[in-house]
């Protein structure tokens, strides 16, 4: 089954992304690999779905769908870029970061919100490596920020 049906299997709708007024590069390629920017939990203009510290204004469950929402702004960003995610042969690394404060330490199961969507939509292709750590101060206030490494196939 392709991973866009199993998203819409799993009520995740990848919007077409905004792009006005945008300068940076979310994505860039080097052979078959794609080095993905960090992604905050956003909607399809950018605009923030969660703020906030994990500990002090969030619950760790929040973190988890913090997470699992920068899995949705990444995904509409790689299918934006490919035109069909099921052009990702694999996925490599994951490098989680959460906006940690407090008595706060469980960045691994915050980042797990992101890992299950993926894991979820890809099957084994989308198992992957992951670090993930705690940090102060996101743009924009964003609770978690995830960057990744993909291989994709022409």
């Known amino acids: 089954m392709s991973a866009e049906k199993i998203l819409k299997d799993m009520g995740i709708e990848l919007k077409p992304i905004n792009r006005k007024g945008k300068g940076v590069v979310p994505i860039r390629r080097y052979k078959d690999l794609l080095f993905i920017s960090g992604h905050g939990p956003v909607d399809e203009n950018g605009e923030p779905l969660m703020q906030g510290c ?17 899995a949705i702004s990444m995904l509409r960003t790689i299918k934006d870029y490919l035109g069909d995610l099921d052009r990702v042969e694999e996925w490599i690394k994951v490098l989680g970061l959460v906006n940690s404060g407090g008595d706060f330490w469980g960045m691994p ?14 099957g084994e292709r989308g198992r992957h490596a992951r670090a993930a750590m705690g940090s102060a101060n996101h743009e924009s206030s964003y609770p978690v920020v995830v960057d990744a490494i993909i291989r994709i196939r022409d």
């Open 54 to 70: 994990v500990g002090e204004d969030l619950t760790p469950e929040q973190a988890y769908e913090a997470a699992r929402l920068c």
């Open 109 to 122: 199961r915050a980042i797990n919100g992101f890992s299950d969507v993926i894991v979820q939509a890809f």
